[in-house]
């Protein structure tokens, strides 16, 4: 078996963090966001302005129940038993400023699972960090990353589009790029990539 290098997305890959900010928004604000459309950059259901709606999830940020957000047991234990054969990393979209607190969780939920977390913000290259640490394999949940990290030289077989979410069941999924909805799903890709 081959030893792959596995770039993992963090927010509604290893968290499920966009089911949580709109819950915790629409109890907050009293909104009716629907996830469905939560990902779209024009969705009025926020019901406010955009520097506005930043500075709401960013509160939203600041709460206990989003510094408890955590992986499902599923997750853990598959990870867990991928880091045994493989070089894991997390690249996540999140600020510099979340480090701390992303950290903090993967230490008390994967415990030496991932050699590296990689925060790239809200407008850095996951494609650029993917080709830095030669990643293999990219997991996330968002088909704009994959493809980002597919032009920066990622094997378009080590895409893999993670989840059912509304947001990413809808996109036009690129040539090559592999849907996952579990991380069972993903478990098999990894090992079927791995024999090859």
Known sequence: MGRLVIAVDCDDVLVRTTPYFVDAYNKTYGTNVVLEY???????????????????????MGTDEYKQLSPSAEEVVVLTNLSKDHELHVI???RAHERELTQLMLD?????????LELVGFTGSKGEV?????????????????E??????LPSQGAILFGDYPWNVQENISAGVIQCATWHD???EVHGLARQ
């Open 148 to 153: 980002d990290a597919v032009k920066h030289g």
């Open 186 to 188: 993903v478990s098999r």
């Open 38 to 60: 939560a990902h779209q950059d024009d969705y009025a259901g926020w019901g406010t302005d955009r520097s506005t709606l930043e500075s709401r999830l960013a509160e939203l």
């Open 92 to 94: 996540t979209a999140r």
């Open 108 to 116: 008390t939920y994967l415990p030496g699972v991932f050699t590296s």
């Open 130 to 146: 993917c080709r830095r640490i030669g990643a293999t394999v990219l997991i996330d949940d968002n088909v704009r990353h994959l």
